[in-house]
């Protein structure tokens, strides 16, 4: 159902109209000749050198302010804004009247696009400004942009912003807007890129392949966590969206690549909050001949590169937190972890003796937790929002983990290790388990834990195993949390705030007035 139109959207669409029945395409097919960006002629334009003389720009039209037969309005493209100097006898001369309808009669709205040609010079005040010579409507807006206002503060002299589109429920559903109006919100995702793209030349630099493996997957594995499920109906098989990649990647170091890693989209069937989407973005590496200890030194090296590359500097801002990302990274084992926090040492309790614990530390189970679970359950309670700097956790209780090679000189426990920074994990890694017939008695013991209700239980995966059967070198595995990583180096709190169109409610159907007094 189409919304209540405003007052302003009707105006809007008035003009569109007019310009229509003037004989003016409002959304013309033909491309414009963009040579320059805002910030291109901010930063090079030299009034003696007389550059930048014969200039197209595109963009929104963000102000205007009419004086006689000139005016002064503000355009704003990709790169940033700038002003632009419009004379009426200039751009209209003699008879033409069509552009003196648009300009004059106002025909043109904030918010739409339009493409201009001229010269850059400066104002009798120095300010920087586009001249035009020529000016074409691109695109109507037929809703009006929010007005972000802003004024200069007198004791600091610093301008100020009020009338914010500030509303995370507004900004987040309209991203398109958002990204329009708070300038600083571009500069977030544009980090999000170099972060990704300085993580990729990091990887392609030591050789290492770039790989695809399936989305749709007839077993959910790799990871602890509830799948979603869809159904193919020319295969007439279920099939879910993948939690994690890894059993793939495994099959490609077992099929001969030295290195191998994807950077993709994940999907969990689980809860939201500040840290947490239904679909998020992982990278995952494998390489093999290597264990867990020479993981550690990678990620040191690469996650205080791409800092360097992204912030040009290691340490970078957390909220209250000055977090260092250069290495070394401090190392604690898991149970020393929870004993230096609680003062509760796990690492010979058994089940029930950890439900015990968990009682008195006031954590809160269920039936369906065995020792893995109740083991991270305290040390999630417990423990994470301890590790500020980065950090790494290292040999884990076989029970929490799967995939991961029993440790080479500690009984019960596998050669893992989370890298948490500011609270939180954004790095996980394995010396990955390559015996078949230990790798399926792990994969039994999952498949008893769902039968007791665990609905993140792995589940049995065959083909898995042959290719483990044919076999598999000794290898380390590493997956980075991109969304997470993203929100550290661009200091942010949420995990919305550096995804374009996070996951949301359905929107409620606007109603109209006289619908509502039906």
Not at 1 to 27: A, C, F, V, W
Not at 203 to 223: K, N, R, S, Y
Not at 303 to 310: F, H, K, M, P, Y
Request: proline letters at 4%; aromatic letters at 10%.
């Amino acid at each position: 159902m189409q919304h209540h139109l405003s007052d302003q959207e009707i105006i809007r669409r008035e003009n569109l109209q007019e310009l229509r029945n003037l004989g003016l395409d409002p959304y013309p097919a033909e491309a414009f000749p963009v040579n320059a960006l805002a910030a291109a002629i901010r930063a090079e334009f030299d009034p003696e050198a007389g550059n930048f003389q014969e200039v197209c720009l595109a963009g929104r039209l963000m102000s205007s302010r009419v004086m006689g037969k000139a005016s002064f309005a503000e355009l704003q493209d990709s790169s940033g804004r700038i002003q632009l100097y419009i004379s009426r006898d200039e751009i209209c001369p003699g008879e033409n009247k069509d552009l003196y309808n648009i300009v004059y009669k106002k025909l043109l709205d904030l918010g739409d696009f339009i493409g201009v040609k001229g010269y850059a010079f400066l104002t009798k005040t120095g300010e920087l400004t586009v001249h035009v010579t020529e000016l074409k409507l691109l695109s109507k807006s037929l809703r009006p942009l929010p007005v972000v206002k802003t004024r200069v503060n007198e004791e600091t002299g610093e301008t100020e912003v009020y009338d914010a589109f500030a509303d995370p429920e507004l900004r987040y559903r309209q991203r398109y807007v958002d990204l329009t109006v708070n300038a600083h919100v571009k500069e977030t995702f544009l980090k999000r890129s170099r972060i990704i793209s300085a993580m990729r030349r990091y990887f392609d630099a030591q050789g290492w392949l770039e790989v695809e493996t399936p989305i749709l997957q007839p077993v959910h594995g790799g990871a602890a966590a509830r799948p979603f499920a869809t159904h193919h109906n020319t295969l007439d098989m279920a099939l879910y969206l993948r939690i994690a990649n890894e059993l793939y990647l495994k099959r490609l170091i077992a099929g001969g690549f030295d290195g191998v890693y994807e950077i993709g989209k994940m999907f969990r069937n689980e809860g939201m909050d500040r840290t947490h989407n239904p679909e998020f973005t992982s990278m995952e590496i494998y390489v093999a001949y290597k264990d867990y200890e020479w993981m550690m030194r990678m990620v040191e090296e690469c996650l205080e590169t791409i800092a360097r590359e992204v912030n040009g500097v290691t340490t970078v801002q957390i909220g209250e937190n000055l977090v260092e990302f250069a290495g070394p990274y401090k190392r604690l084992s898991m149970f020393e972890a929870i004993q230096t926090y609680t003062g509760v040492d796990v690492s010979d309790m058994d089940e029930a003796q950890l439900r015990d614990a968990c009682r008195q530390l006031h954590i809160e189970t269920d039936p369906s937790m065995g020792k893995g679970k109740l083991i991270d359950e305290i040390f999630s309670e417990k423990v994470e929002d301890y590790l500020i700097q980065p950090t790494y956790i290292t040999d884990y209780p076989v029970e929490m983990t799967p995939l991961a090679k029993k440790h080479r000189s500690k009984p019960g426990l596998v050669e893992r290790f989370e890298l948490f920074v500011n609270g939180k994990e954004i790095a996980n890694a394995y010396s990955e388990l390559n015996d078949p017939i230990d790798q399926r008695q792990r994969f039994e013991e999952q498949l008893q834990l769902a039968a007791r209700g665990d609905f993140e239980a792995m589940a049995m995966d065959e083909d898995f195993l042959r290719a483990l059967e044919y076999g598999m070198p000794p290898t380390s595995g590493l997956g980075i949390g991109i969304d997470r990583l993203t929100m550290m180096l661009t200091n942010q709190h949420t995990i919305q705030e550096v995804l374009f169109f996070p996951q949301m409610k359905s929107e409620k159907p606007q109603v109209q007035e006289e619908d509502a007094t039906e």
